[in-house]
């Protein structure tokens, strides 16, 4: 028996429905590894394929789409052949949620919480799908970025863009880190990452309407994308609105320029992360 590892073969961006937290954005580092004969070239897999196959399996999955438990408590759920609709109410919580959205924009989970084990189960049942019969055994393991600074979890969608980052709700755990006047400011960083603890990050343009369900103050926010329609009712209190779309390069200016409007007399500089290792740099 022999194995072979990849270590952050590759990131999941996502967001998961959480019944306290509400809507989380979250991004996993994906390790895998995998147990085998060897084949007759002397490997258990070629690491080609598994850069390739494997990766590329992972992807379609849980990546960029909103992962749902589908016994949650309270959540209702309708199944369409081209599109989906949940909505779930806890008023004494606050929160309420309504979202439709195309079929292809959703991860269905058989639980009723979003739980680790659950979700590494099914990513090691996807990549069964693509490994060769020489495989016995595939060890998946997920995990947060490991660092030391501040960082928030956040969700948007992007209509504009051609590829999955147009659905409504996907999101990334990010980390932040602030400059003012060339120093490091840690305190401003902690402070807007709890300002953002599981936001939703809305483009003004989107907003239809401002309403109120079940005496909760909530937007109702409505695009259309390459993947079809999509349409959300969330509470305000879970929001931020730009006026800008919500690429992370206009997050890192939207941020540059709020620090600047506090505190005109420095100079500010933002690196804003898009889930790991990735992001955009804003000063003003």
């Known amino acids: ?3 072979l590892f990849v270590d952050a073969l590759t990131v999941v961006d996502f967001s998961y429905l959480d019944a306290e937290r509400g809507i989380v954005g979250e991004s996993w580092i994906v390790d895998i590894e995998l147990e085998g004969a060897l084949n007759d070239e002397g490997m258990v897999f070629d690491f080609s394929h598994v850069k390739r196959a494997i990766k590329a ?3 379609s999955g849980l990546d960029h789409r909103f992962v749902v438990p589908e016994h949650m408590p309270g959540l209702v759920i309708q199944r369409g052949p081209e599109e989906s609709r949940l909505s779930l109410k806890q008023p004494q919580k606050g929160f309420v949620l309504d979202y439709r959205a ?4 959703f991860y269905w989970l058989d639980a009723s919480a979003i739980k680790l084990a659950d979700v590494t ?4 049942a996807q990549v069964r799908q693509v490994v060769p019969a020489n495989v016995s055994n595939i060890i998946v393991r997920l995990r947060p970025e490991e660092h030391d600074g501040a960082f ?7 209509k504009k863009h051609q590829g999955d980052c147009q659905r409504m709700i996907h999101g990334h755990r990010s980390r932040i880190i602030i400059e003012r006047d060339g120093t490091r400011d840690t305190y401003t960083e902690a402070t807007l990452a709890e300002h953002w603890r599981d936001i939703y990050l809305i483009t003004r343009e989107d907003i239809q309407a401002e309403c109120q369900v079940l005496d909760i103050p909530c937007y ?3 695009y259309t994308a390459q993947q079809g329609d ?7 209190a879970r929001c931020d609105i730009l006026d800008t779309d919500t690429t992370v390069e206009l997050i890192a200016d939207h941020l540059a320029q709020l ?4 505190a005109p007399a420095h100079h500010w500089k933002v690196r804003a992360f898009e889930g790991v290792d990735k992001g955009a740099i804003a000063a003003c």
């Open 152 to 158: 928030y979890h956040y969700s948007h969608g992007l």
């Open 102 to 105: 195309p079929n292809e924009a």
């Open 259 to 262: 620090l600047h409007k506090q």
């Open 220 to 222: 109702h926010v409505v």
């Open 1 to 3: 028996m022999a194995s």
């Open 121 to 124: 189960r099914h990513i090691s």
């Open 230 to 236: 999509f349409e959300l009712t969330l509470p305000k």
């Open 57 to 59: 399996e992972i992807d």
